[in-house]
Nanobody, 129 residues
Framework: VQLVVPGGRSAQSGGPLRLSCPAS????????LGWFRQAPGKERAGLAS???????GYADSVKGRFTISQDNAKNTMYLQMNALQPEDTAMYYC????????????????????????WGQGTQVTVSS
């Protein structure tokens, strides 16, 4: 699986930004895709996930502001980010987990980096006030 995220992006506080991540070579028809970010001095944190059936999940920190989606025809996943704040400044990563989704009463994707095997190289998002 290869994931590619275009170069660095910037936005004004309160503005929108959309990240895209073309992918190829999914080893199975069932999978999870996720977006993560890592700010300087902080651990990489899960933001949003989407599984092969289109079910989504979000971290509380971005729920209502960020939307994850995928275009299966283009093999591309997206992260629409609205109402951006300077604290959203970080390196953003897309990732794929070909073993997901997981079942525990309901299907879900992991939001921890350790669950993902394939990673894009990361793109810097800078939000200025």
């Amino acid at each position: 699986v290869q994931l590619v995220v275009p170069g660095g992006r910037s936005a004004q506080s309160g503005g929108p930004l959309r990240l895209s991540c073309p992918a190829s070579g999914y080893p199975s028809s069932s999978y999870c895709l996720g977006w993560f970010r890592q700010a300087p001095g902080k651990e990489r944190a899960g933001l949003a996930s989407i599984d092969s059936d289109g079910s989504t999940g979000y971290a509380d920190s971005v729920k209502g502001r960020f939307t994850i989606s995928q275009d299966n025809a283009k093999n591309t996943m997206y992260l629409q980010m609205n109402a951006l704040q300077p604290e959203d400044t970080a390196m953003y990563y897309c990732a794929a987990d070909p073993e997901g989704p997981y079942y525990s009463g309901d299907y879900y994707c992991l939001h921890t980096p350790l669950g993902y095997n394939y990673w894009g190289q990361g793109t810097q998002v800078t939000v200025s006030s």
